[in-house]
């Protein structure tokens, strides 16, 4: 598949095209970084997490005027973050880092990597964002994860005018406060 | 800008200096202000980490699947790579002119991959429970024996036309064709949407059950709506003819 197209179908959260960035490049993924570690289970994880973060930087528009192809991306993610790892661990510490990620695809990194899971107040906020209708779950997910704007969400959802989505996102975020509040209460 | 408006924009990124500044300015000095943004933080952070884990176990399901192995490729020299380019193409025309039509099960084969999930994108976070979900993501993942089981729990929940048509390329997917010919027929007397599709997947169940006929009978309607499908239909109609 064409850099372009997978970008697009990342860009929906298509599963499939995640599958496919990871099939497509995880042994070439190993073979590239074997040089530095011989850990699989290292390489494992760090090829994962740059998939993740390849991902949460294709959703925030960073990848739209992507310069050099996704594999470049992805593998030079992959470095920097297995040369994070490596710093934060004090094992071995290498020199030759060649990225030039802005300060927001550093903090995805950061975040990515750091990731523990949800908290247990997060945790909350899950269980009853599941009990949420299928309008408001769809509408929230546009917003936070696929990262649309208003504007977007009225186009792609066919939503009147802009104002219609605005309350329709605050009449959800209040009902998702509701299901906490009537659980705890 | 209200404060809705103002954390709306804050999360779509399209503050500038100003707008940031005002951001800090009423996270230090309005409460309400602050417990709002935090609690849309903490729910964005929520979404993104359970995202996260879906994509891992994905991940994890697709090593599982099958251990990836070193693509071998060889390198052909170039008169070898002519030479055997002139071989497969002198081949193909050998057995393009000396069996005539082509066995119906190779066409079958050549032709058939199962439909895209077009119906019930799986993209949302965390509705694995919800029986639709698990269904196309059995049906992405190729489990089609569980996809089948599903869908037919999803048939008696809900009657949409669809369900009909992926159980018939499952049907198909799992070699039961006579089932999946029925399927496919029920669902164009439904009218429903992927009807020029059922066309093309009723010609390669019929082309696979032997019932030459009736596969050319739908082909010829795959070619007449001349969208989906209709140069391949007109490939197979010229190697049955």
Not at chain 1, 6 to 26: I, M
Not at chain 1, 144 to 169: A, C, F, H, P, R
Not at chain 2, 145 to 157: G, I, M, R
Request: aromatic share 12%; with cysteine; glycine share 4%.
């Amino acid at each position: 598949m064409k850099d372009e197209q997978l970008l697009a179908q990342l860009k929906k959260r298509d599963r499939n095209a995640l599958k496919s960035v990871y099939k497509q490049y995880k042994v070439e993924f190993f073979k590239f970084a074997s040089r530095y570690t011989n850990d699989e289970s290292l390489l494992e994880d760090v090829f994962q997490d740059a998939i993740i973060v390849l991902y949460e930087n294709a959703l925030a528009g960073k990848l739209d005027q992507l310069k050099s192809t996704l594999k470049t991306y992805l593998f030079g993610t992959g470095k920097f973050m297995l040369f994070k790892h490596f710093r934060d661990s004090k094992k071995q510490v290498y020199t030759d880092e060649e990225y030039n990620f802005d300060q927001y695809e550093q903090a995805v990194i950061q975040d990515v990597s750091s990731d523990e899971g949800p908290s247990d107040y997060q945790k909350l906020l899950l269980a009853n964002f599941k009990r949420l209708g299928d309008k408001c779950r769809e509408v929230l997910e546009l917003f936070y994860l696929q990262n649309l704007k208003l504007d977007e969400i009225m186009t792609q959802q066919g939503y009147e005018n802009k104002n219609v989505v605005k309350s329709q996102k605050s009449r959800c975020l209040k009902s998702l406060r509701d299901l906490i509040q009537r659980q705890n209460g | 800008m209200d404060k809705e408006s103002l954390i709306n924009a804050y999360f779509e990124g399209g503050l500038d200096e100003n707008g940031l500044a005002e951001v800090a300015r009423l996270r230090a000095t309005d409460a309400e202000f602050e417990e709002e943004l935090v609690f849309q933080m903490e729910l964005q952070g929520a979404l993104k980490k359970q995202e996260r884990q879906e994509i891992k176990e994905l991940f994890e399901s697709l090593g599982k699947e099958e251990p990836s192995r070193p693509v071998k490729v060889f390198k052909l020299r170039p008169w070898l790579a002519a030479a055997s380019i002139a071989l497969v193409l002198g081949l193909g025309s050998w057995l393009f002119f000396n069996t005539g039509a082509m066995d119906p099960n190779q066409l079958y084969e050549a032709n058939f991959e199962p439909y895209d999930n077009v119906v019930h994108p799986i993209e949302r976070g965390n509705q694995i429970d919800d029986l639709k979900d698990r269904a196309f993501i059995a049906y992405e993942n190729d489990e089609y024996a569980l996809a089948l089981e599903l869908f037919s729990e999803l048939n008696q929940e809900q009657n949409d036309p669809y369900i009909e048509f992926y159980s018939a390329i499952v049907h198909m997917q799992l070699g039961n064709h006579n089932k999946a010919v029925a399927a496919l027929q029920s669902y164009m007397a439904q009218d429903g949407a992927l009807g020029d599709r059922a066309n093309w997947y009723l010609a390669l169940s019929y082309l696979k059950l032997g019932e030459l006929e009736k596969s050319k009978e739908q082909l010829r309607k795959v070619i007449a709506n001349k969208t989906f499908k209709a140069d391949a239909a007109t490939n197979i109609l010229d190697a049955l003819e």
